[in-house]
């Protein structure tokens, strides 16, 4: 399992030395790094308690990362692959909730290189959310709101999903999502805005680089 990476993620590539002892799930190369992650790690540390390798309610199974709309923090939840696709399993979750009043399609988001450092991870990452958040009537989305702040829910509507897998030729083989996935996540979030910010200041309006660059 994907619990542990060899370089920190938060300053790669520094040297893994340090374990979260509150969660035993995030390393880092440092007390700073610790430090510098703090403020975001804490919102999930006591999560990860429940979504131990014991706790997986069946073997097809796995642990993703659910950023709620409505609620003040993202929580580990366990999606059932059955089979098919992790993202697919993220795409049901997605369709399940708080239905809309009119039909909407799900989209993905890969993320393949960690955001900041750009460096190959070992799996890919996938965040899954409504296709047209920022022109239905999808609310800001309150769980990274809180995480990252208030100006982050402009860009970001609706229940998103962060799930990973490996690519096995055609198929995506499922894996847990883990406490460095949501630093990536969460970096991945800060860095669609930063570029959005970008294009903003160039005269284009911020919806339409949103659209140009997650529908490519
Ligand atoms: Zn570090
Ligand atoms: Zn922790």
Not at 3 to 8: L, N, W
Not at 66 to 77: C, H, L, V
Not at 96 to 116: E, G, M, R
Not at 161 to 176: L, Y
Request: proline share 6%; hydrophobic share 35%; aromatic share 12%.
């Amino acid at each position: 399992m994907n619990t542990f990476t060899k370089s920190c993620p938060i300053c790669l590539p520094g040297e893994v030395t340090k374990r979260c002892t509150g969660c035993y799930g995030m390393v880092y190369c440092s007390l700073a790094c610790q430090k510098k992650d703090w403020k975001t790690h804490k919102v999930l540390c006591q999560n990860l308690t429940g979504f131990r390798e014991n706790d997986r309610p069946s073997s097809d199974s796995y642990r993703c990362i659910y950023f709620p709309d409505n609620e003040e923090k993202p929580r580990f939840i366990w999606l059932k692959v059955s089979g098919s696709e992790v993202t697919d399993a993220a795409s049901d979750f997605i369709e399940a909730l708080f239905p809309l009043p009119h039909d909407f399609s799900v989209a993905h988001q890969p993320i393949f290189d960690t955001p900041i450092f750009e460096k190959e991870m070992n799996h890919d990452l996938w965040i899954t959310h409504r296709a047209d958040y920022l022109m239905d009537v999808s609310v800001p989305n309150q769980s990274i709101m809180s995480v990252l702040g208030p100006e982050l829910g402009t860009f970001f509507r609706g229940p998103m999903v962060v799930s990973c897998c490996i690519e096995k030729g055609e198929d995506g083989i499922a894996v847990d999502a883990s406490m460095a996935d949501y630093r990536y996540a969460l970096d991945h979030f800060l860095q669609r805005k930063k570029s959005s910010d970008i294009k903003q200041h160039h005269g284009v309006p911020p919806w339409f680089a949103d659209l140009m660059t997650w529908e490519r």
